[in-house]
């Protein structure tokens, strides 16, 4: 085998490549276990009840502060969602409707390379 | 055979080593404020033109670069939570940018961020209202009456599914690209929505949509070492620009998730991971029996050797339930992302695309 010559920043790439694997695979094991679901449902359900309670929480705030909440930004999102969606919408239906293609569409007739034999 | 020792560098070799690396050194430092400094990364290689809306789908045509192309169009389904621009992300490592200057007429069916009151769409809408409409739309453009449908990872599933329910119908070929079928082998995702500790309707119920941090959590738990060891990755190539182009533009289609239909969600859970329905022949879509076996279209199975999202195992009723005999698989070097962009892709996996769908497109 031919000789290698050792190169310490080769190695340190090699250290985090080893340390990533070790780790995902640690973590790999770990999600087998049922413990694991149950903490992971419970951590779901967590977030979910401190994502609304503090939402709550700001809305009351923001609604004092005289401020938009996220809901309505979100509403009024939305209803940008909309007009864009609809003027798309008439976009396609206008170019639809007889007007001459701009580019000539090409040729559908192409063949696959013949292959060596 | 023994391993040789590795030899000990001259101090000619050293001092040259340490001059390029402090020369890198600088270099990181000046582009690493450069990176925190700079704006959105922009992405996206080829023209490309809407042609089909409808709520939070939209169908891409990218416009053909070639005089003389393939009869048959190609449309390929994004996972309903990412966005479809990672088919073109850059000139060197667009998979839209080989296909058309391959002679291919491609589309890419993408999505918006549903609304909240598109929190009730469920997979029989992608399915039947928004891929069904899109390969309307596509034949009325070609005139064309057949296309090649392909999809990546739930965007996989997703046109699968509309396969099955149309069979023979539209499809000429079906591509895959890591799509999970037997959902027993999606460990990370069992673990994480166990059914005796997960409560997938009250999770809906709540949110409506399911916001994105919900499911990188769970990516994240599947490689959690990832995050760190790619930002060590780019502190120690940020001398390299082309490295810092590609990590920014890979960290903002990742950062780029989108929430989605709870409904949605709650099938996907129940019905794919929990029941596993897909292979067991006992989906039902918008009141219709999904039976992989009436597939009998030409399909390529393509999986990557290390993915930690879709396994090998995953995909396999493709290879084994469906009723196609021209079926190939191509198990492709690197993880779930790297089937679908960057220069590897481009170099040992795409022109084996090509070469198998070429003569399946005339």
């Not at chain 1, 930004?73 to 007889?98: F, H, K």
């Not at chain 2, 491609?106 to 399915?127: F, H, Q, T």
């Not at chain 2, 994480?192 to 994240?220: Q, S, T």
């Not at chain 2, 790619?230 to 950062?255: C, H, P």
Request: aromatic content about 8%; some cysteine; charged content about 25%.
């Amino acid at each position: 085998m031919a000789n290698q010559e050792f190169d310490p920043f080769r190695a340190w790439q090699d250290l985090v490549q080893k340390w990533e694997i070790e780790i995902n695979e640690w973590s790999g094991k770990m999600t087998e276990s049922d413990q694991f679901s149950a903490m992971m449902g419970q951590a779901t359900k967590m977030n979910l009840v401190a994502q609304k309670a503090w939402a709550e929480r700001m809305e009351t705030m923001l609604a004092t502060l005289n401020m938009p909440t996220k809901s309505q930004v979100e509403d009024i999102t939305e209803r940008l969602d909309r007009i864009e969606d609809n003027i798309e919408r008439m976009r396609l239906a206008m170019e639809q409707s007889g007007k001459p293609q701009a580019r000539p569409e090409p040729s559908r007739t192409r063949k696959a390379p013949k292959k060596p034999e | 055979m023994s391993e040789t020792p590795p030899t000990i560098p001259s101090q000619d070799e050293v001092s040259d080593r340490v001059r390029k690396e402090v020369q890198r050194a600088y270099q990181r430092r000046i582009k690493g404020l450069d990176f925190l400094l700079a704006e959105r990364v922009h992405v996206g290689a080829m023209e490309k033109e809407v042609v089909y809306r409808d709520g939070t789908a939209m169908l891409y045509r990218y416009l053909p670069v070639e005089d003389e192309i393939y009869r048959i169009p190609l449309m390929i389904v994004t996972p309903p939570s990412n966005k479809g621009y990672i088919f073109d992300l850059a000139s060197g490592q667009s998979f839209v940018e080989f296909m058309l200057q391959r002679g291919y007429d491609v589309y890419i069916l993408d999505w918006n961020s549903p609304r909240k009151d598109e929190a009730s769409l469920d997979i029989a809408d992608y399915v039947d209202r928004f891929i069904a409409g899109s390969i309307a739309k596509i034949c009325e453009i070609t005139g064309e009456e057949e296309v090649t449908l392909g999809g990546y990872c739930m965007g996989g599933v997703l046109a699968l599914i509309y396969a099955a329910l149309n069979a023979p119908g539209p499809v000429k070929n079906f591509v895959s690209f890591a799509t999970p079928v037997d959902f027993t082998h999606m460990h990370l995702f069992q673990a994480w929505a166990n059914k005796d500790h997960f409560d997938v309707d009250e999770l809906v119920e709540e949110l409506g949509l399911i916001p994105p941090e919900l499911m990188l959590g769970a990516f994240d738990l599947a490689r959690p070492a990832n995050r760190t060891a790619g930002q060590i990755n780019l502190w120690t190539n940020m001398w390299s620009e082309d490295f810092v182009k590609s990590y920014r533009m890979f960290d903002r289609w990742a950062a780029e998730t989108l929430p989605v239909p709870g409904a949605y969600f709650r099938t996907q859970i129940k019905e794919l991971m929990w029941k596993n329905a897909l292979p067991a022949g006992e989906l039902q879509i918008g009141g219709r029996t999904v039976d992989l076996g009436r597939i009998t279209a030409p399909i390529l199975n393509i999986v990557a050797m290390h993915d930690h999202i879709v396994s090998h195992e995953a995909t396999q009723p493709l290879m084994t339930q469906t009723g196609s005999n021209d079926r190939k698989e191509i198990v492709s070097k690197g993880g779930h992302v790297s089937l679908v962009a960057g220069p590897a892709a481009l170099r040992r996996l795409w022109p084996l695309i090509d070469d198998w769908l070429a003569e399946r497109s005339t």
